[in-house]
């Protein structure tokens, strides 16, 4: 389980986080959503270790702050919002970097299975610095998956935490990641992901964590987090919810025009 305790951080001496806490389970999605500047990213990264932070975060019994990284890197994954690399690495090796820091590094198929399950198995021997940026970006969650392959290991529950993993990508590639990530929590991992786009965190996603300048506004399933009055408080603009009575499908939001 991921417990997140009182968490706060200040960046250039200015608080970007203020007293958060939550919980994540394994076998389910959590969606971290709120509008630019509301900390999400930053609240990743204090859960993954990579920003100091006053409070406490512990997965799977494990205090992140005094884990070894070798630690960390058996039992979750990290999709940043970008990667820069400085040399001419194929898409195959990015992709086994992952393995170099999992338990499957004696696995020499799985950086295939994982293009294929990102639909990029064709790019295998192109220079990762000619991709697109969507493309990029499915390399990295790839990576990702070969390091934490199986969603529940000898030592319980895998994770992979996710900072906007469908943000430049086309609809079709954005449903096949999220779907992606669904399995991955299906299957006994879990997933907490940094999403602007509140339609596939209803959709897919158990339970939204919805931050607001720095501080948790609210947080639980998405009927009880994607709520007019809560979207409107934390977005700064009036914002009505809709959805589908014949199949229950989540239409959102609608900005209202003042």
Not at 41 to 50: D, S
Not at 72 to 101: C, H, K
Request: some cysteine.
């Amino acid at each position: 389980m991921l417990q997140v305790e009182n968490i706060c951080v200040a960046l250039n001496r200015r608080p970007a986080l203020r007293g958060v806490s939550l919980t994540a389970r394994p076998g389910t999605l959590t969606a971290i959503v709120g509008p630019n500047g509301s900390g999400k990213t930053t609240l990743l990264r204090a859960i993954t270790g990579e920003v100091a932070y006053q409070g406490k975060v512990t997965l799977n019994e494990l205090d992140v702050a005094r884990a070894k990284p070798w630690q960390l890197a058996a039992i979750r994954a990290v999709m940043a919002q970008e990667t820069q690399l400085a040399f001419p690495f194929t898409v195959l090796e990015v992709i086994r970097l992952g393995l170099s820091m999992g338990e499957n590094a004696e696995s020499r198929d799985l950086p295939q299975r994982a293009l294929v399950e990102v639909d990029l198995l064709h790019h295998a021997a192109r220079n990762y610095q000619d991709l697109s940026g969507g493309e990029r970006q499915r390399v990295q969650l790839a990576r990702a998956l070969v390091q934490v392959w199986n969603p529940v290991g000898t030592g319980g529950a895998r994770w992979l935490f996710l900072d906007e993993p469908v943000a430049s990508l086309d609809l079709g590639h954005q449903l096949q990641v999220m779907r992606l990530a669904r399995r991955f929590a299906d299957a006994g991992g879990g997933v907490v992901a940094v999403m602007h786009d509140l339609n596939l965190s209803a959709m897919f996603a158990d339970r939204l964590v919805l931050l607001a300048e720095g501080a948790l506004v609210a947080a639980g399933t998405p009927d009880a987090v994607l709520t007019d009055a809560l979207l409107s408080n934390a977005y700064g603009c009036p914002i009505r919810t809709n959805a589908l009575p014949s199949h229950g499908t989540w239409l959102l939001p609608q900005a209202v025009a003042s």
